[in-house]
């Protein structure tokens, strides 16, 4: 492929640099691993609710049997830990949503308009619009 000629750069006597062009789309890779994190995280809190309702029927039980304050409170603080297990549930799938929101780049209609000239250009098209 030929390289454009670079006016600016012969003048100057030195190398064009060469064009970039940044990557816009998530790598495959990545998506991926977002996406086994959330199952991961996922299913640790299925995990954490169930076993901890098994434990919240046992706890319930003690405390009824000895009818000490000390396992009421037990339970009662499970309880209180168990609605927080429920509500991470929740908020890790907000979470996952706002990732793969993020994922879609935003599309938007942008115009660069330049306009490169030479001082010698510049003074013709100043003289061709005098002369008109």
Do not use: C, H, W
């Not at 789309?25 to 076993?51: F, T």
Request: charged content about 35%.
């Amino acid at each position: 492929m030929a390289a454009k000629k670079d006016i600016i750069s012969d003048s100057l006597g030195i190398e064009p640099l060469e064009q970039t062009t940044k990557i816009t789309q998530v790598l495959p890779a990545i998506k991926a691993q977002k996406n086994d994190d959330y199952e991961y995280a996922r299913q640790n809190l299925y995990d954490i609710i169930e076993k901890g309702q098994n434990a919240l029927e046992d706890i319930i039980d003690i405390a009824k049997q000895s009818e000490s304050a000390r396992a009421f409170e037990v339970a009662t603080n499970l309880i209180k830990t168990m609605a927080e297990a429920n509500k991470d549930l929740l908020n890790l799938a907000k979470v996952k949503k706002d990732l793969d929101k993020e994922d879609v780049p935003e599309q938007k209609n942008i115009t660069n308009n330049n306009l490169v000239l030479t001082s010698a250009d510049l003074l013709k098209m100043i003289k061709d619009k005098s002369n008109e």
